[in-house]
């Protein structure tokens, strides 16, 4: 008799980080993503939770780099695991460069707390460290697309593109003759830049994310008007144009549509930087596989800006804020929260002559959001900065489906799923998609909770006992 086969939701369950989706089956246990949480304290407090039995997990399998997918993975190492890790060529590139950052801040915040003498332990130890980070890349094993791959375990897996990202995918996993489809983080019906997403071969369970399960995207006739009008604005008066972008992808994202508004005569030329090593090395990742570039897009579409500067080290960094003349700068990161964009905005909020333009979603709590709300000055550095530069809301970017793409993209699935489980999404967002996939397509639909476990093989003798937290 074979074991029963179950899933458990242990993140992402109710909010958007730390994704974490833990298959059994008997003694077989396989973890797909490895996120940490991120945001409120409560949340990251899970971050130091142990993982259950890390050194027993046979194998991981990954959608994406994106940390909230992939940065607890040095933690599972140092618990113990040592298996492999499963996931597309692209990704591992770019998740090298996610967990190297990671690392790297865990080791300073802690270097901090001890030194600030504000933590509550005697010695504050790192989640992880660089060196975990060292030993998680030396596991990765990557797949090809479009192709069924044994895993080892009874384990069968398949990654389809997923638009989100570079090399993001959704996967479909089989074991014991179960399927299970893990959406990953879903992009647009089309991406500026990268592959857009393919429908992969569906399953009888489907987890699916929720992210904007309550809201859909416009797609104005013109694109990227405030930007673009915001800029020519600023450039006008002698300012300069400060673009706070996620490391990867925004930052490819709003180079290529500087490059398109530049050749339409949309936006005058002045020097556009890309300032912030993380992004650097992202946008290396990008401009070596042409292959994952949206069919029709070449590096010249997102790197052919006339006056374009790559700002790597900090020492270039401080020169590149000391001269004059108006400029865009690209830098992360995307919410404020840190990075070289802060000495940015050290410098250039307090001159209404310049421009902030924000290019993404800024969650509760960040220096990002207090400035679209109005805030008179952030906290920058020990310092209250006066906001003085105007602030422009660009929300033509967006890297993850609206509601209508979400729909029909479970539609689109060959099996039709019998049941769809919502991760990834706060509760109002994965409440009004389980109502719209309920109500527009018949299926079972439901929002996972965190630490629910559900049964995925046919049920033997009893019920399986709740095992919920
Ligand atoms: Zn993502």
Not at 144 to 167: K, M, N, S
Not at 173 to 192: C, K, Q
Not at 283 to 308: C, K, S
């Amino acid at each position: 008799m074979t074991a029963p086969v179950t899933l458990q939701f242990l993140g992402a369950s109710g909010t958007v980080t730390g994704s974490k989706y833990l298959v059994e089956a008997g003694e077989r246990r396989l973890l797909v993503d490895a996120g940490m949480y991120q945001g409120a304290k409560e949340l990251r407090l899970r971050n130091r939770e142990p993982f259950p039995d890390a050194s027993t997990l046979d194998l991981v399998v990954v959608t994406h780099a994106h940390a909230d997918h992939t940065s607890y993975l040095p933690a599972l190492v140092n618990q113990g695991f040592s298996g492999p890790i499963f996931c597309t060529q692209g990704t591992a590139r770019l998740a090298e460069i996610v967990l190297r950052d990671s690392a790297y801040l865990q080791e300073l915040e802690t270097e901090n707390a001890i030194r600030g003498g504000y933590s509550k332990h005697a010695h504050p130890e790192p989640l992880y460290t660089k060196a975990d980070a060292e030993w998680t890349i030396e596991l990765f094993q990557t797949v090809e697309f479009d192709t069924d791959v044994a895993l080892g375990h009874g384990v069968v897996a398949r990654w389809t593109r997923a638009g989100h990202i570079l090399a993001s995918a959704s996967v479909n996993v089989t074991i014991d003759g179960v399927a299970v489809l893990f959406s990953g983080d879903l992009g647009r019906e089309s991406h500026p830049v990268v592959r857009h997403r393919d429908t992969p071969p569906g399953a009888r369970w489907v987890l699916c994310e929720s992210t904007y399960g309550d809201r859909e995207h416009e797609d104005p006739a013109v694109a990227h008007v405030a930007m673009a009008d915001a800029i020519t604005r600023t450039v006008a008066r002698g300012g300069s144009v400060v673009i706070p972008a996620f490391a990867i992808d925004r930052t490819e994202a709003v180079l290529h549509a500087l490059v398109a508004l530049q050749r339409e005569g949309r936006i005058p030329e002045v020097p556009v930087l890309v300032d912030g090593p993380m992004s650097m090395r992202a946008l290396d990742v990008y401009r070596d596989m042409p292959e994952e570039l949206a069919e029709g897009v070449t590096v010249e579409d997102f790197l052919g800006l006339r006056r374009l500067e790559e700002v790597r080290t900090s020492r270039q960094s401080r020169k590149a804020r000391d001269e004059k003349g108006s400029r865009i700068i690209i830098s992360s990161s995307g919410m404020l929260e840190g990075g070289r964009v802060l000495s940015w905005l050290q410098k250039l909020l307090p001159d209404e002559k310049n421009c902030v333009v924000i290019v993404g979603y800024q969650g509760e709590g960040t220096r990002g959001r207090d400035i679209i709300e109005g805030a008179r000055h952030v906290k920058i550095n020990g310092r209250h900065v006066p906001v003085r530069a105007e602030i422009v809301d660009e929300n033509g970017f967006s890297a993850h489906a609206g509601a209508s793409e979400l729909v029909s993209w479970v539609a689109a699935l060959d099996p039709r799923p019998e049941t769809v489980f919502l991760v990834h999404g706060e509760p109002g967002s994965a409440a009004a998609l389980e109502e719209r996939i309920e109500t527009e397509l018949g299926i079972t639909t439901v929002v996972a909770r965190h630490g629910e476990k559900v049964l995925l093989s046919e049920p033997v003798d009893e019920d399986l006992e709740d095992s919920e937290e």
